[in-house]
């Protein structure tokens, strides 16, 4: 039971590239999660999926768009990398029983 | 939205002190505030939670406290020790009509605890 797992760990972008975000959990939870994590400021829903089909805005989608491929793995998709999105990206899933959020390992981006 | 202040931003204590964090959430509709603990270069785990039918709950060394009338809540970690230096977050989440909740976490900004041995 690996529970929530994000790719890569590291990643350099330029100015204007793209790149996908992969997480996985095999908890067999419902809902999903892409948090971003700056300092000094906690941690910023992004994009969440509610249950498998379904997406929505969290507090800072601007520049991002994500996919929900199936239960197991949601995906967070920067189209035009800016340096504003250098930042510690944390995927994760949730038990809807007891509310609790488990949280993939991270993903440190950084654009140049 | 919801809004989350988490205080102090960092905390200094000496082993075997006691250590407070407190938050306050704006939104009276938030029921379930959960704190997590992260270490340096680590994902946040979560420590204890706690649901606005509840006014404390403890765990061994740990305890949360809740006063939703004030609309805040508080970490206490009494005993403290080394191990326990790392950022804490503290979170709030509403739950909707019906019982539905999707889980939408509001964080507070952190608070970097130190305990020096």
């Known amino acids: 039971n690996a529970g929530v797992t994000q790719t890569p760990k590291f990643q350099v972008l330029k100015t204007g590239q793209s790149m996908t975000l992969q997480c996985a959990q095999d908890?067999?939870?419902?809902?999903m999660y892409w948090y971003r994590q700056d300092p000094g400021m906690g941690l910023r829903l992004i994009y969440y999926s509610a249950s498998e089909g379904t997406t929505d805005k969290g507090e800072v989608p601007n520049g991002y768009n994500v996919s929900r491929l199936n239960k197991r793995e949601f995906s967070l998709r920067l189209e035009s990398a800016a340096p504003s999105q250098t930042s510690v990206y944390f995927c994760a899933s949730r038990t809807k029983s007891t509310d609790t959020q488990y949280f993939g390992p991270g993903t440190r981006l950084t654009v140049l | 939205g919801e809004n989350v202040e988490q205080h102090p931003s960092t905390l200094s204590v000496q082993e075997g002190d006691s250590a407070v964090i407190k938050c306050t959430y704006s939104?009276?509709?938030?029921?379930?505030f959960p704190w997590y603990k992260q270490e340096l270069g680590k994902r946040p785990q979560l420590i204890i939670d706690i649901r606005s039918n509840v006014g404390e709950k403890k765990d061994q060394r740990i305890a949360v406290t809740l006063n939703k009338t004030a609309k805040h809540f508080s970490l206490h970690i009494t005993e403290t020790q080394p191990e326990d230096s790392a950022v804490y977050f503290c979170a709030a989440s509403m739950r909707g009509a019906g019982g539905t909740s999707y889980g939408k976490l509001t964080f507070g900004q952190g608070t970097i605890l130190t305990v020096h041995p």
């Open positions: 939104d009276s509709a938030s029921n379930y």
């Open positions: 908890m067999n939870h419902n809902s």
